[in-house]
């Protein structure tokens, strides 16, 4: 396989960011610098980042339902709690590096996925795929029925316009709380759409990522997510 397809699926990080550290030289085969990803490796090569061996693991696929105050990286420069620090994951006593499937802010909770495959990763995290998530916002204050009405039609922020898939209301009489079905991946978009509303989000929490639900996972807990899962978040057969 391509090296760059090889370090996506060795856990490095996503093809396209692989493709980027091989041209940079920060990956070499057999103690050379290789600086082209499209590289054939051959079944012996030893490949080297960062002072470590790269080397291809079974693929693993985690959903994690994160509490709050955790942040959603690999590593933090401030020493906080990340989601990997949650999940002790080994094969034959090796510890997996897994990395999250996109970003949810510190405070946001719900449904996370890791993985040790980069490539799939780059493709449920990618745009072009228009993969729903469904979110519950907790207001400060009941959502008014015009503020109801300019949610569900949709407005500008500052980088683009925000159109939900679906609004509603997940408790009849409790208008405090809104469901929302987005496919955008924007920075804080939810909070930001309910801010220029005039309002604040008190906690936001992701309670479904395309097929896959939060359902019996209780905050903080973890399980493997099965192929079967995965082929069906990717649509195939």
């Given at each position: 396989m391509y090296l760059s397809v090889y370090l996506a699926r060795g856990g490095v990080c996503?093809?396209?960011?692989a493709a980027e550290l091989v041209k940079e030289g920060q990956i070499s085969v057999n103690g050379d610098v290789i600086l082209d990803p499209a590289y054939l490796v051959q079944p012996h090569d030893k490949i080297v980042y960062m002072e470590r061996r790269v080397q291809l693991e079974a693929p693993m696929y985690v959903m994690l339902n994160k509490p709050r105050g955790v942040v959603s990286s690999c590593a933090d420069e401030?020493?906080?709690?990340?989601?990997v620090d949650m999940i002790e994951l080994r094969i034959n006593r090796r510890p997996v590096r897994l990395y999250p499937v996109g970003r949810l802010d510190k405070e946001t909770t719900g449904l996370l996925v890791l993985t040790n495959d980069g490539t799939i990763a780059q493709?449920?995290?990618?745009?072009?795929?228009?993969?729903?998530?469904?979110?519950?916002?907790?207001?400060d204050k009941e959502l008014t029925h015009e503020a109801y009405e300019?949610?569900?039609?949709?407005f500008f922020l500052y980088?683009?316009?925000?159109?939900?898939?679906?609004?509603?209301?997940?408790?009849?009489?409790?208008?405090?709380?809104?469901?929302?079905?987005?496919?955008?991946?924007?920075?804080?978009?939810?909070?930001?759409?309910?801010?220029?509303?005039?309002?604040?989000?008190?906690?936001?929490?992701?309670?479904?990522?395309?097929?896959?639900?939060?359902?019996?996972?209780?905050?903080?807990?973890w399980r493997l997510l099965s192929a079967d899962e995965i082929k069906d978040f990717m649509g195939e057969k």
């Open positions: 996503a093809r396209r960011k401030k020493r906080r709690k990340t989601v493709k449920m995290a990618h745009p072009k795929y228009e993969i729903k998530k469904t979110y519950m916002a907790t207001l300019a949610l569900k039609k949709g980088d683009g316009r925000f159109v939900p898939d679906k609004v509603y209301y997940p408790r009849k009489h409790n208008k405090f709380v809104v469901g929302l079905v987005v496919h955008s991946g924007k920075y804080r978009v939810i909070r930001r759409a309910f801010y220029k509303l005039g309002y604040e989000v008190n906690s936001l929490d992701r309670i479904g990522y395309g097929p896959l639900s939060l359902r019996g996972l209780a905050r903080g807990a």
